[in-house]
């Protein structure tokens, strides 16, 4: 079983579409984070959101707002998409592994949104 | 502000030799370092943590320091094969214990 799914793993779309990315954890976990990968590989945090409750916003355009219809899962809904929001978006959350304070980042296999 | 910095350049290394990487930050007191690996079309995998309080710590083949006085962190692979080619990031955690700070990755090659 995989821990931390999303869907889709390619989405393809034009300028000023809105579209929304999925992720869905089975482990149980309240926080849950998203990450976006540019293409220089740069990996930045964008959101955490903890039990409904937005807990990190790290300076990203409220274009992209995250979505959580339960605890095991966070959605990524972006609006007005533009070029620059071309990377690879992770979903990921912490896993504390075999000791509580290991603070492992266990992330999802990514979602390439290209937009043209 | 803060910074993390990895050598952006590809280290190409020689099946069996030892990989060494380095991680330096700035502006930063970090309790706790981690690795990653990533390989091609994936998301990061953890691979080791070290804490402020820990010099160096080990598994299997990998090796991690941490001077905090430097600010540095050396990761090191011994007996390299070929199945480590992949981009290694180092990552700090902040105090809160609830967010991430990564580097950009060093790809590292190993050639048989």
């Known amino acids: 079983d995989t821990a931390v799914s999303q869907t889709p793993k390619y989405l393809v779309t034009q300028m000023g579409n809105d579209k929304s990315i999925k992720c869905e954890q089975n482990?149980?976990?309240?926080?849950m984070y998203w990450y976006k990968q540019d293409s220089k590989k740069f990996l930045k945090i964008m959101f955490s959101?903890?039990?409904?409750?937005?807990?990190i916003n790290e300076t990203v355009p409220n274009r992209f707002s995250p979505k959580s219809p339960d605890k095991a899962h966070l959605n990524l809904h972006i609006n007005s998409l533009e070029l620059g929001d071309s990377a690879v978006y992770f979903c990921?959350?912490?896993?504390?592994?075999?000791?509580?304070?290991?603070?492992?980042?266990?992330f999802g296999p990514g979602t390439r949104l290209t937009v043209t | 502000s803060q910074k993390i910095e990895q050598n952006s350049e590809a280290l190409n290394i020689q099946e069996g030799k030892t990989a060494t990487l380095t991680c330096n930050y700035t502006?930063?007191?970090?309790?706790?370092l981690q690795w990653y690996r990533q390989d091609p079309g994936r998301g990061p995998v953890f691979l080791l943590l070290?804490?402020?309080?820990?010099k160096e710590k080990r598994k299997e083949r990998l090796k991690v320091t941490f001077d905090t006085t430097l600010k540095q962190s050396l990761f090191h692979i011994t007996a390299s094969q070929p199945a480590d080619s992949a981009t290694y990031l180092c990552?700090?955690?902040?105090?809160?214990?609830?967010?991430?700070?990564f580097g950009g990755g060093t790809r590292l090659m190993v050639k048989p």
């Open positions: 990921a959350l912490f896993w504390t592994g075999l000791s509580s304070n290991s603070y492992e980042q266990y």
């Open positions: 959101y903890n039990n409904k409750e937005l807990i």
């Open positions: 990552a700090l955690l902040n105090n809160a214990g609830n967010m991430l700070t």
């Open positions: 502006n930063y007191s970090p309790a706790y």
């Open positions: 070290i804490r402020e309080n820990e």
């Open positions: 482990l149980g976990h309240d926080t």
